[in-house]
Each structure stands twice: as structure tokens, then as C-alpha cells.
């Protein structure tokens, strides 16, 4: 049998949403924001939550990075990043911070099995702010083989995702 590549139109796919969200603290880049809405469809994320800060959907970079999932992902946008976090641990979701801190641990040793989790994601050059930090239910990191201490968001939001949802307990 000759093997084929498989395309968007005939690559069969549960299409499904998870008791995953991502957080998006304060991130402003375009290209960013794009990539995540891309993430988040091929994922199943359940929605993406944009604190402190509006996408904006105009943007052909945006638009070309997500290759029209802004129009698929369901998504809000809020300044009320603290009452958020407060309602969604209400409905039992597990607040987990992607973040180098003094306390986090790297995410190869995550083993806990939540029922729902909440990925907070940090600003592009600052991270998560120190608010949501404290508001954290677990802090991890992507441990680093490199000089550098950190990358890209949405390449790190895609480890830490894929990573955490292998994780999520379905019954």
C-alpha cells in the first residue's frame, strides 16, 4: 500500500472540546495570538480567555497565523483577570501557571490527574503577572537545555498544553 499525506479534508477528527482553557495574560503580539488560536483548535482547548487585553481579529498577521481558527476557537476577553481565575477554580478547574519561579516545578514532573485545567500564559516579555501568579494552583516550567531561560509563548504553550492534557483525568 502506497502510503499518502493526509489533508484538512479527509483527516479524520473527533472534534471535540476539553476541560482545557488557556489564560493569555496581557499578550500583545499578533503572530502569538494567531498561533494560539491555531493551538487551541488542533488541541480541542475549550476556550481561550484573553486578559488584559483585546486580539485584534483585523490583524493579517493574526489572520495568517491562525489560519481562520479565530473564526472556529471560542474565545472572551476580560479585565477582570483575578474574578475569572476565582470562578473558574468554583467550577473545579485546576489553575496552572506556565512560569520559571522560585517554586514551580518543571513539567515533566506534573503527575496530578485533574478533572479540568486552566493554563495561565504570561506576557511576551514579562510573564505572568504577579497577581495570577498568587492565584496559581501549581506553578510549572519546561526545563530549559540551553543558555536561555525562556521561549516563545505559543511554542511553549503548545509543550505545556500537549503535555497537561495527556494529564486531564476523563473518567
Given at each position: 500500500m502506497k502510503t499518502e499525506?493526509?489533508?484538512h479534508y479527509n483527516t479524520p477528527r473527533p472534534n471535540q472540546s476539553l476541560p482545557f482553557v488557556l489564560l493569555c495574560d496581557d499578550l500583545r503580539s499578533p503572530a502569538n495570538l494567531g498561533s494560539l488560536f491555531r493551538?487551541?483548535?488542533?488541541l480541542g482547548v475549550g476556550h481561550l480567555y484573553f486578559l488584559n487585553s483585546v486580539p485584534d481579529l483585523e490583524s493579517n498577521r493574526l489572520k495568517r497565523t491562525s489560519r481562520s481558527c479565530e473564526k472556529q476557537v471560542a474565545f472572551s476577553t476580560t479585565d477582570k483577570a483575578e474574578d475569572l481565575i476565582l470562578q473558574l477554580k468554583k467550577e473545579n478547574y485546576t489553575i496552572i501557571g506556565l512560569e520559571l519561579t522560585t517554586t514551580s516545578i518543571s513539567l515533566n514532573q506534573f503527575d496530578a490527574?485533574?478533572?479540568k485545567i486552566a493554563l495561565i500564559l504570561g506576557n511576551e516579555r514579562h510573564g505572568i503577572s504577579p497577581e495570577l501568579i498568587q492565584l496559581a494552583d501549581q506553578l510549572?516550567?519546561?526545563p530549559m537545555q540551553g543558555q536561555n531561560s525562556s521561549m516563545n509563548v505559543s511554542h511553549a504553550a503548545a509543550i505545556a498544553a500537549f503535555h497537561l492534557i495527556n494529564h486531564l483525568n476523563h473518567g
Open positions: 499525506q493526509l489533508t493551538l487551541a483548535d488542533a490527574q485533574p478533572q510549572v516550567h519546561i
